[in-house]
């Protein structure tokens, strides 16, 4: 049993059975986040931390420190969830780390986008990553991609600030008043949008598009 386990067994009245399905249902995730940080394999937000702090009647340092932070990095391009990270105050929230010294960078996995990228707001932020910063490539922040979502997979993005379309890159996007992750090409005078599989969805005049970020790298079916 690690920490975390025994923390929700004390919280659960000395009864471990349960305990992740009722904390999942009191922070509104999933059953199978729970289990994810219990393993080690995810780590809580700030934000998360700190209701669990709330919950447990403990100082939020010390919830942090139920769940060992992860520094290992695999010797290739990431695609596992050994990435993840639980970041302390001196750099939660705040992709600027980008600019220190060091080997790694703390990069956010943000649940929502605004329009106002690359800023973001606490409650924007789902989990921290650990990057090697030669991998990062001026990456920001993480986001899901909704359509491999939709089809049974957990694909995520990294992206750099961008205000420029770049031809035959997966962006991020606003468009028709939501944020969009698509490849865009050109032809004739109209933007053509493809989801990052290939498939067409839309052509739109250049006018309708802002660009905020292009994709640097992809992190295939994270569970």
Not at 36 to 65: C, E, H, I, N
């Amino acid at each position: 049993m690690n920490k975390f386990e025994k923390q929700l067994e004390r919280w659960n009245g000395g009864i471990l059975r349960g305990a992740q399905a009722k904390l999942a249902k009191i922070l509104q995730v999933s059953t199978a986040t729970v289990a994810l940080w219990t393993t080690g394999k995810r780590r809580p937000s700030k934000g998360y931390l700190a209701r669990m702090a709330q919950l447990f009647a403990m100082d939020p340092f010390d919830v942090m420190r139920l769940f060992p932070p992860l520094t290992t990095y695999p010797e290739t391009a990431p695609r596992t969830a050994a990435l993840r990270d639980a970041q302390d105050a001196s750099n939660a929230y705040s992709a600027d780390i980008l600019a220190t010294e060091g080997n790694s960078v703390s990069i956010p996995l943000l649940h929502t986008v605004s329009a106002r990228f690359p800023q973001y707001e606490e409650s924007d932020v789902a989990e921290w990553w650990t990057f090697p910063r030669r991998a990062a490539q001026g990456g920001k922040c993480l986001v899901a991609d909704a359509y491999a979502r939709a089809r049974g997979r957990e694909d995520l993005y990294l992206i750099r600030p961008s205000a420029v379309l770049e031809e035959g890159q997966i962006m991020l996007l606003q468009a028709e008043g939501t944020l969009q992750l698509k490849r865009v090409r050109t032809e004739n005078g109209q933007i053509l949008l493809f989801f990052p599989d290939g498939t067409l969805d839309k052509r739109l005049p250049p006018a309708a598009i802002t660009p905020l970020g292009t994709a640097v790298q992809k992190i295939t079916n994270v569970f």
